[in-house]
């Protein structure tokens, strides 16, 4: 019993994973399983904010540009140049990551409202030039016919489980790394990291791409899902979910990110029973959650655990 508690208060994330694994096997409907696809695809965008906004301290609010980079980057290789999925998916997140290099730049001298305003405006103008460009995009009618990295829906699941796993295992060493560290202290003060040898620009340049990276995954992965874009799936109401997600999730926590998200994304579909009031009771359990997020946290249920478990030491004396 220990030693389950042991491993349950520090692997809460791999345990997370193997009840994932588990769900083809209980046979969810079709529905509800995509769902839970679309749960594992938004708990990467979460992780990307995670490295903006928890670990460096940069608010961005247009990551739903981002996502709609990657995934109409996705679309287009494999609708209109006939380029493999595969090679679309390594694609997509490589031009967000250049895209959100771009981005990054004037969070050199830009910060707070200034720095926020800018990310809106980019999410904004990425929606706007895919509803105008409708020769290349498609633009209000959306496009079609996109094909599928995986086309079964099983292989395809487990596929994007062991990718927000990896991804998820990653930004937890990330943050223990050097440039981890580096990121943490320019959140803390960017004056201080300065003087201490961190450089600055090149760090939140760094933190932009790598969280730019992992949205244009994140929508690569978005276009296979559905098969199908439409730049209302790109609006700036999109981006505040996410952050919504991050911030339910612990800010700078990874596992309460990848929980956070599919929690979000399923709890409007848990809810589906209560027809036209389900949207008034979805966001009461939000703001219940956000007011008692200090104690409903992946953090507290690592505390909760360790005290059961010291107890139970205390009880074999």
Not at 74 to 92: F, H, K, M, Q
Not at 202 to 225: D, V
């Amino acid at each position: 019993m220990q030693k389950m508690l042991g491993l349950l208060k520090n692997n809460i994330l791999l345990i997370i994973v193997l009840a994932l694994v588990l769900v083809p096997l209980l046979g969810v409907p079709s529905y509800q399983f995509y769902i839970i696809e679309r749960g594992l695809q938004n708990a990467i965008i979460v992780i990307s904010l995670v490295i903006l906004l928890g670990y460096t301290g940069l608010l961005s609010l247009g990551h739903a540009g981002l996502l709609a980079v990657g995934a109409y980057t996705y679309g287009l290789l494999v609708v209109s140049a006939g380029v493999s999925p595969w090679l679309a998916i390594i694609a997509a997140p490589v031009l967000t990551a250049i895209m959100g290099a771009l981005l990054g730049i004037p969070s050199f001298k830009l910060t707070g409202p200034f720095l926020v305003v800018t990310t809106i405006a980019f999410g904004e103008i990425a929606r706007i030039l895919i509803l105008n460009w409708d020769t290349f995009t498609g633009g209000p009618y959306g496009l079609n016919g996109i094909d599928a990295l995986i086309p079964n829906s099983k292989g395809m699941y487990f596929f994007m489980l062991a990718l927000v796993y990896c991804v998820a295992v990653a930004t937890q060493r990330l943050s223990k790394s050097r440039i981890g560290l580096a990121f943490k202290a320019i959140k803390e003060d960017e004056i201080a990291a300065e003087v201490m040898g961190v450089n600055v620009r090149r760090h939140k340049l760094l933190a932009f791409s790598i969280s730019s990276f992992l949205a244009g995954l994140s929508g690569g992965l978005f276009a296979s899902l559905t098969g199908y874009l439409n730049p209302d799936s790109f609006t700036f109401a999109e981006s505040a979910t996410y952050l919504l997600m991050v911030v339910l999730g612990g800010m700078s926590n990874v596992t309460g990110a990848v929980a956070s998200a599919l929690a979000v994304t399923g709890l409007p579909e848990v809810l589906r029973f209560m027809a036209r009031s389900r949207m008034v009771v979805y966001s009461l359990v939000l703001l219940l959650v956000i007011r008692f997020s200090g104690r409903l946290n992946v953090e507290t249920f690592k505390k909760v655990f360790g005290k059961k478990n010291e107890a139970s030491l205390g009880g074999g004396e």
